[in-house]
């Protein structure tokens, strides 16, 4: 048994043939040289080894943009830990403002999970989003403290105002309009929220001049 190396192509093997002067290189065919190992020059081994690693060297990554990139960052953050899902999705809408269709498919590609799971969660929640929201998001609380105290009266106020439906957004991309089924503070009934702030006990008379303070 003689070890060879193809001057061609760089492949090293054990050769068991019975030809004495030459071989046919298993990889590429190429004719190659029999000469028994201690013959072949250190210098031409590195030069066969370097030529196998090029040729078995793995491919790069290929570079992630856009919105993918977008996914990857965070996904990385979370170190792709697939129960974290709620986190994530929470990041992204924090980050973008909103989470379209193209940012869905990332993150059920990237963690691998299936792409019916992420859309349940995004619309389970009203955190999320699946269309862009207007600079300033109107959260009207339809508890029902808040029912009894006026706060049906409020929300038809602020669509007249607006001229916008409920989950909808000015043509301006100013404000958008949601219900949630509690604020949390009862007693401040009726209240609403514009980007986190409250604003509670409200009149009908009240919405506009609040309105005006967020232009």
């Known amino acids: 048994m003689v070890k060879l190396s193809c001057h061609h192509c760089g492949h090293y093997w ?3 043939g019975k030809t004495k002067y030459y071989a046919t290189c298993p990889n590429c065919r190429y004719k190659v040289r029999i000469q028994p190992e201690e013959s072949i020059k250190p210098e031409l081994k590195r030069r066969d ?3 196998r690693k090029i040729l078995t060297k793995e491919k790069k990554p290929k570079k992630l943009i856009g919105i993918a990139a977008i996914v990857s960052r965070v996904i990385e953050k979370h170190q792709q830990n697939k129960s974290m899902l709620i986190q994530i999705l929470l990041q992204l809408q924090n980050d973008f403002g909103w989470l379209p269709r193209e940012m869905l498919t990332e993150v059920s590609k990237q963690l691998e999970i299936p792409l019916n799971r992420v859309y ?7 955190a999320f989003s699946l269309a862009p ?7 009207v609380c339809m508890g029902t ?3 009894v105290r006026g706060a049906t009266t409020i929300l ?6 607006l001229e916008i439906e409920k989950d909808q957004t000015t043509p301006d991309g100013r404000f958008s309009l949601e219900t949630v089924n509690c604020a949390g503070c009862c007693a401040l009934g009726p209240v609403i929220t514009i980007d986190g702030d409250y604003h ?3 009149k009908v008379v009240d919405t506009e001049k609040i309105l005006a ?3």
């Open 120 to 126: 349940q969660i995004a619309t389970f929640y009203k």
């Open 133 to 139: 929201r207007g600079r300033h998001l109107i959260r």
């Open 200 to 202: 509670g006990n409200l």
């Open 156 to 161: 038809d106020k602020l669509q007249s105002t």
């Open 213 to 215: 303070k967020y232009k």
């Open 145 to 147: 403290s808040c029912k």
């Open 49 to 51: 080894l370097d030529s």
């Open 14 to 16: 054990d050769y068991q």
